[in-house]
């Protein structure tokens, strides 16, 4: 998850041990640097998922090693540092009594030498974020020809708990896809969001290019539940 945790030192405060073999004192604090770390991702993401990502470090890390009250602090602390309010994260940092060895949130102590370690995409967006786009603006995706690919069947894992096979063809995209789970359905393609290994996948790739064994399924995230079937006429009570 990108390193949240926690050695102890002696209890009396001393940082006196070097962190990592670099010879840098632990009890050595420095102000705070400007620079922002500069990371890329594995995979080209977007605002959203970039703050998914944040979200579920920021829900687990208090739950390891270390105070409750330094998360917070340092959760403060980096969200001004990214907002470019350089003397507030400072003040958050020395009003809990949070050392820096290195000048960087990415390694930090707390007076009783707890250690804590912020990963890199809490401090900054990587260099390769992408715009998302709206829902409102459908991709525009040409059908394949009917006679080009070969026809199977596709597992999916719905975020609604349903499990299915969709019929699909080597040559769709992920967009056709969509569509054709749609009309299966009745999800909106714009209200899905797919997965394979963790990965996204975004709406120009084609089947044939994810490489997916017979066996392995494709996670789908429903962002809206599908729209409730109209109520038949009832039939008529006769007098």
Same mark, same amino acid.
């Given at each position: ?73 340092? *959760?403060?602390?980096? /969200? %001004?540092? &990214? ?11 020395? #009003? ?81 896809? *969509?569509?054709?789970? /749609? %009309?299966? &359905? ?11 290994? #963790? ?41």
């Amino acid at each position: 998850m990108g390193g949240c945790v926690g050695s102890h030192h002696d209890s009396s405060g001393s940082l006196n041990e070097n962190s990592d073999g670099t010879g840098v004192a632990l009890g050595r604090n420095q102000a705070l640097k400007r620079e922002k770390p500069k990371w890329k991702s594995d995979y080209p993401m977007t605002d959203g998922q970039l703050r998914s990502k944040r979200d579920e470090f920021w829900d687990t890390a208090p739950a390891f090693e270390g105070r409750k009250e330094i998360w917070d602090a340092l *959760k403060a602390a980096a /969200q %001004a540092f &990214e907002s470019n309010d350089h003397e507030l994260a400072q003040a958050i940092i020395d #009003g809990a009594s949070i050392t820096l060895p290195h000048g960087a949130l990415t390694e930090c102590y707390d007076e009783l030498g707890n250690r804590y370690q912020l990963p890199v995409y809490c401090l900054s967006p990587p260099v390769n974020m992408i715009e998302e786009k709206s829902e409102l603006e459908p991709l525009e995706v040409p059908d394949p020809p009917l006679s080009e690919g070969q026809e199977c069947q596709l597992r999916l894992r719905l975020s609604t708990g349903h499990d299915l096979r969709l019929a699909v063809r080597t040559t769709d995209t992920v967009q056709h896809m *969509k569509r054709r789970l /749609q %009309a299966q &359905e009745g999800v909106a393609a714009s209200a899905q969001r797919w997965f394979f290994s #963790g990965r996204p996948l975004t709406d120009k790739m084609k089947l044939e290019e994810l490489k997916i064994s017979r066996d392995y399924v494709v996670q789908v995230i429903v962002t809206q539940p599908p729209a409730p079937a109209l109520p038949q006429n009832p039939t008529p009570v006769e007098n």
